[in-house]
T-cell receptor, first 113, second 112 residues
């Protein structure tokens, strides 16, 4: 079945530092890949997505590239802000798992001034 | 405002007492889903629905029931709650392609 593995957290950075959160996946077929963000006390919201190999999703300064050869979808941001502190979830859906969305365990990011 | 609403937001109950968590969306979405979030496990899908009267099991359906009689509503039913169902529950909806899911604010459930 499908699975998503995220890097262990929590991640603590200073403001303006470079961020990478690793995500690798196992799936059959051709899934779409997503990053969702959960701010404290809120539900999840879509941050970015990529629907096929070599696609790059981007939003709010965050980027991730769908790498089929390494089965990865790492999240990056060049300069984080305190307001980026949240929990980040990598997820995949579609492919042969029609109707199901599989999430990673989440990575807690804390950014200090 | 486009949104997914859940009620109640917080619930404390006792083992065996049936409960229902409601979920409603106003975006005319075909697809709706329930997840539970537990520390270190991320979100796990409980049930999903592709449209009215069409539901299917996710990864952790045991102990839960759902129904989809109307397009906008997708209630989650716990017939006989147990302490291992203590969790944070999220409802989500999307268009038929499931590309972008919109999440509700969550329901925190404690079963004693």
């Amino acid at each position: 079945g499908n699975s998503v593995t995220q890097m262990e957290g929590p991640v603590t950075l200073s403001e303006e530092a470079f961020l990478t959160i690793n995500c690798t996946y196992t799936a059959t077929g051709y899934p779409s890949l997503f990053w969702y963000v959960q701010y404290p006390g809120e539900g999840l919201q879509l941050l970015l997505k990529a629907t096929k190999a070599d696609d790059k999703g981007s939003n709010k300064g965050f980027e991730a590239t769908y790498r089929k050869e390494t089965t990865s979808f790492h999240l990056e941001k060049g300069s984080v802000q305190v307001s980026d502190s949240a929990v980040y979830f990598c997820a995949l859906g579609g492919g042969t798992s029609y109707g199901k969305l599989t999430f990673g365990q989440g990575t807690i990011l804390t950014v200090h001034p | 405002e486009a949104q997914v609403t859940q009620n109640p937001r917080y619930l404390i109950t006792v083992t065996g007492k049936k409960l229902t968590v409601t979920c409603s969306q106003n975006m005319n979405h075909e697809y709706m889903s329930w997840y539970r979030q537990d520390p270190g496990l991320g979100l796990r899908q409980i049930y999903y629905s592709m449209n009215v009267e069409v539901t299917d099991k996710g990864d952790v359906p045991e102990g839960y029931k759902v129904s989809r009689k109307e397009k906008r509503n997708f209630p989650l039913i716990l017939e006989s709650p147990s302490p291992n169902q203590t969790s944070l529950y999220f409802c989500a909806s999307s268009l038929w392609d499931k590309e972008t899911q919109y999440f509700g604010p969550g329901t925190r459930l404690l079963v004693l």
